[in-house]
């Protein structure tokens, strides 16, 4: 299933893209304390990157989740699939499908009827998914839909009535503090219909040291990963960032399962954006990106609150991670 957008059209995109990417910056580097958007990390350079960050002893979520994914795909299957009807199989921020190529490839074995749409705001990431899908599982439908989750989200609604079943894996839902994930899927829940699953990703609570450990690793790839950041605002924002004045910093705070990025301004310095000039003092921190981790009743309580049933859950072996299936309400 192969869409054709016209080069103007293409054109529009790329500059509503890099105008949204420039407010962003600009947006969060004036304000206080000054931040930057984790969905910026993403571009080429950064796609290679998380996918050495995924491959690191210390970083177990890709491994808890594979696992699952691996060992419990039938369990899976059984949660999303109802008497045999079609459905629109969509993943949030699919990356490169790793995971949920299992799971495709099951469904294929077994006839399901399904069209697979996957989201993501990297379009290199998802011409690599594609290319590599099309080679594996030639039989499979797929639309890759490259943007924002709730724009591409709402598209998927609109080109068919099936049933859909969302996919949001790696704990990205950890990427937003508790606020911003209730209201992440309260607006999940309203863009969806009746029957409509959602299967989601979390990362539980565990070891402090565990988790301080998968985010600030001896390599120093994740420090890079942050850091790779300011040289894409460099490369696309017309920026002169100088990356060695900056430091990746981790932090974990096992109360609240809080586990927080930030780079740290090395001098007091200026660094031009688009023509403005951005002031840093010697010791500020950039907050970059934060993850955050679950307790069992936490993830009960977002469910609620934001109007969906949970009808099943799915853990690794060691109980350091969990798939929860939640269904949208009548």
């Known amino acids: 299933m192969n869409v054709q957008v016209p080069k103007k059209s293409l054109n529009k995109l790329k500059e509503d893209h890099d105008n949204h990417f420039l407010n962003d910056v600009l947006n969060g580097l004036r304000s206080t304390p000054k931040h930057l958007s984790s969905k ?23 491994r808890c989740e594979l696992e699952i994914f691996k060992n419990k795909t039938a369990d899976i299957a059984e949660c999303i699939r109802a008497d045999q009807e079609p459905f629109d199989l969509i993943e949030l921020g699919a990356g490169d ?28 990431i998802l011409s690599v998914l594609e290319k590599n899908l099309k080679k594996k599982l030639p039989a499979i439908d797929i639309l890759p839909l490259e943007g924002e989750y709730f724009q591409m989200l709402e598209k998927a609604m609109k080109l068919s009535s099936k049933r859909k079943v969302i996919l949001f894996l790696g704990g990205n839902i950890g990427n937003m503090n508790k606020e911003e994930a ?8 309203q863009l969806l219909n009746p029957e409509d699953i959602v299967l989601i990703g979390f990362d539980l609570k565990k070891n402090p040291y ?20 300011l040289s894409r605002i460099n490369r696309e924002l017309e920026a002169n960032f100088v990356i060695s004045q900056f430091q990746h910093y981790e932090s974990y705070d096992p109360i609240t399962g809080s586990c927080k990025s930030f780079l740290i301004s090395l001098a007091d310095q200026e660094v031009k954006i688009a023509g403005e000039v951005m002031t840093f003092a010697e010791n ?3 907050d970059m990106e934060v993850s955050q981790k679950f307790s069992k009743s936490e993830i009960e309580n977002l469910a609620e609150k934001s109007g969906f049933t949970i009808t099943g859950e799915i853990s690794d072996s060691k109980d350091w991670f969990v798939d929860s299936i939640w269904k949208v309400n009548k």
């Open 284 to 286: 500020e921190a950039i």
């Open 182 to 189: 209730t209201n992440f899927c309260t607006e999940l829940h």
């Open 40 to 62: 910026y990390f993403y571009d080429k350079r950064g796609d290679e990157l998380f996918q050495k960050i995924m491959a690191m002893p210390e970083y177990y979520l890709t």
């Open 97 to 124: 499908a790793m995971k949920s190529t299992y799971l495709l490839k099951y469904l294929n074995e077994k006839g399901a009827d399904f069209t697979y749409m996957p989201i993501d705001i990297s379009g290199n």
């Open 210 to 229: 565990t988790v301080l450990n998968a985010y600030s690793d001896l390599a120093g790839i994740t420090a890079e990963f942050n850091l790779n950041l």
